[in-house]
């Protein structure tokens, strides 16, 4: 597995993990896909719930209505938003 | 305008629906058992009307209504079997939502801070706090059903599912919505259970209302929805009206906090406030669907309100009294026991008062037991009440279409 890959698995289980999501595996979360809406379907608490999870898992603050919205538009989006956090924070979490 | 009810939907401790309802209050049995939602070791009393598990089918229904409280999924459910029932798809911008109730998601609070302090199994997931407000269930129908008339929430203890209920007969009549889907839910919760538990106003057994040997209430949980409009938009749109609400009324003892007035006098204001508003007298009433807590306070004032509002029939006027078999639902229970009344008046009969023990003479009521009782043919109207902390009474007229 790459690093990449290595990291949307991470951030899947993070997904599942944190918002409960019972009988979901990794496997069947695209990386692709919209988490919100349509795709996943979640709402905008599990988006608040998802922030939470974030900050805590990487150490990091997520501020601003607009990066939030691109960070976590996709599991994708959420690794290009973590990989973009700088390299010491990364290594720590 | 005579306003109709075309839809009714309930969840209750005999299950997820009208049917399990009927079944449940028919057979005279309780759904007093003891619950599983949390622990309930070391009060005076260790029973509840929970509601169960849901069916394979609803359990479906369930899981799509993510971030939900307890007390919004039973809203939603019990909302989505009375639009059915009405023959209606969703709602609307005419259609509006009136919802009582009195503690919401105040359960998954308790178990985000249970989760916190490390007294709860699970992490404090934010989602546990999303719907902690008292609006939240009737939101969550409107959001469900699509109704964008006004959405109001109300929160006047015991008797806010009937006020919800008169607040929206009201705006059907003015014409501020031409549907109103009307009621009240409440889970159980620690608040509550150990509330009324430290009050010592529960019965270490299932409650016994108008018993001879009552010691108190037990809690319930649940919800009653219903559809309101007008007979004449009901007859245009061919849907089957199963029963009119006639009048409404409500009053305050301003006596006690908790305590009613001894006598009934506000209970009797209510009453006589929702029969003047049918254009209705004592005398028209066919059946009494009583609040009936099964404490002592309650079913002593709120017979002594009958007799004076019955006079010489009231030894002679067949009352039932719900709570002895759905327990008492709190913000839900007046708009569970409307829809009790609109199914008993559909089958002509009135219900019997679940409880083993013997009724108490000394309050000159014919309380229902055992069995249902066929009523006459001639019979149409039901007077049903609830009268809650704070000295809130609330009465509702409901007759069958003749």
Known sequence: MTQQENLRERLKRL??????????????????APLFGEGLGLDSVDALELVVALEKEFSCRIEGEETTREAFASVSAMASFVDSLNGSTLSQA | MKVVITGVGAVSGFGWGVEELCRGLESGATSIRTPSVFD?????????????????????????LRNLSRADIFAVIAAREALVRAGLEGGGPRTGVFCGGSTAGMAECED???????????????????????????????????????????????????????AALQAVRSGEVDVALAG?????????????????????GACQPFRKDRQGLSLGEGAGMLVLESLDQAVARGAEPLAELAGYGASCDAHH???????GDGALAAMQAALKDAGLEGIDIDAVNAHGTGTAHNDQSESCALRRLLGDRSPEVPLTAPKGALGHVLGAAGALEAVASVVALERG?????????????????????ENPRQLPPTSQTWISTNFAFGGANAALVVRRLV
């Open chain 2, 40 to 64: 309930v070791e070391g009060q005076r009393t260790t029973l509840a009307a929970e509601v169960g598990p849901p069916d394979a089918d609803a359990q479906m229904e369930i899981d799509h």
């Open chain 2, 257 to 263: 906090m908790t305590a009613p007035h001894p006598e």
């Open chain 1, 15 to 32: 997904i599942i993990e944190s918002l409960n999501l019972e009988g979901m595996t990794p496997e069947m979360i695209e990386d692709e």
């Open chain 2, 349 to 369: 009969a009135v219900f019997p008062t679940a409880g083993s023990a013997p009724a108490d003479s000394d309050l000159h009521i014919d309380l229902v037991l």
């Open chain 2, 184 to 204: 009240g839910a409440d889970s159980l919760c620690l608040l509550t259970y150990s509330g009324f538990n430290a009050l010592r106003s529960v019965d270490p």
């Open chain 2, 112 to 166: 985000f801070v249970g989760r916190i302090v490390g007294v709860r199994p699970g992490k404090p997931m934010l989602k546990l706090l999303a719907s902690q407000q008292l609006n939240g269930p009737g939101d969550a129908v409107a959001r469900d059903i699509g109704a964008c008339g006004p959405v109001v929430g109300f929160s006047s203890a015991c008797a806010s599912g009937a006020m919800a209920l008169g």
